[in-house]
């Protein structure tokens, strides 16, 4: 079974652009999780995404939006990037159901200039 | 509120030591899940184990056992004869019931195994 997916593994953008991020979950996951790394914060949950619908939603500024589709892959959209944007965004997809570990991708590294 | 922490930010051994990666968590749900991941330098992170709150029998795969405590809310991992390929970063994390799929993660731990 094929892992998560996520394209692009690399972007480069300048501050005030807008980027959208790519994600298929693992096959039968419809639950989709996205969270940021960065070295000052460490890792923090950006939001969740089930059947269509936003379920979960973590402290982040409304820049950070995202969407899901009826096959469960999903984006995330940043607009209007700042510097702190740069960091790993890693999505990370669960079986609901059953257990409930999440599987992450290889993640996009975003560098804001 | 949830919280994870790890308090061993760097450590270092020879190959084949035994090392305890330490990891205490917060919360005021009575039904939990404790997690641990691998983040080697590629960047994705392996999932590990879970462990639900209801569980406390320790668990042993391989090289990894894992050691869970309630009455210290610790989820302790240890790596038995250590090897160069473990080296990584490795997180401790925290699901609540009542906060869906979110996982709150510790700092993490760097492990580096010297040959």
């Known amino acids: 079974k094929a892992g998560v997916t996520q394209t692009p593994r690399y972007l480069i953008k300048t501050r005030g652009q807008q980027v959208t991020l790519s994600c298929s979950p693992i096959s039968g996951h419809r639950s989709v999780s996205w969270y940021q790394q960065t070295p000052g914060q460490g890792l923090q949950f950006l939001f969740e995404?089930?059947?269509?619908?936003?379920?979960n939603k973590g402290n982040f500024p409304g820049r950070f939006s995202g969407r899901q589709f009826s096959n469960s892959r999903s984006e995330m959209n940043v607009s209007t990037l700042e510097l702190g944007d740069s960091a790993l965004y890693l999505c990370a997809s669960r079986l609901v159901g059953g257990p409930n570990e999440q599987f992450f991708g290889p993640g996009t590294r975003l560098t804001v200039l | 509120a949830q919280k994870v922490t790890q308090a061993q930010t760097e450590i270092s051994v020879v190959e084949k030591e035994d090392v305890t990666l330490d990891c205490v968590y917060e919360t005021r749900d009575t039904t939990y899940y404790l997690f641990w991941y691998k983040q080697p330098p590629s960047g994705e992170l392996v999932f590990l184990i879970r462990r639900n709150s209801f569980d406390e029998q320790n668990e042993i795969s391989g090289r990894y056992s894992w050691n869970f405590q309630k009455s210290t809310s610790s989820f302790n991992f240890t790596i038995t004869a250590s090897q160069v390929v473990d080296s990584a970063v490795y997180f401790c994390a925290l699901m609540q019931e009542t906060s869906g799929s979110r996982l709150t993660f510790g700092e993490g731990t760097q492990l580096t195994v010297n040959p």
């Open positions: 995404y089930f059947s269509e619908t936003q379920r």
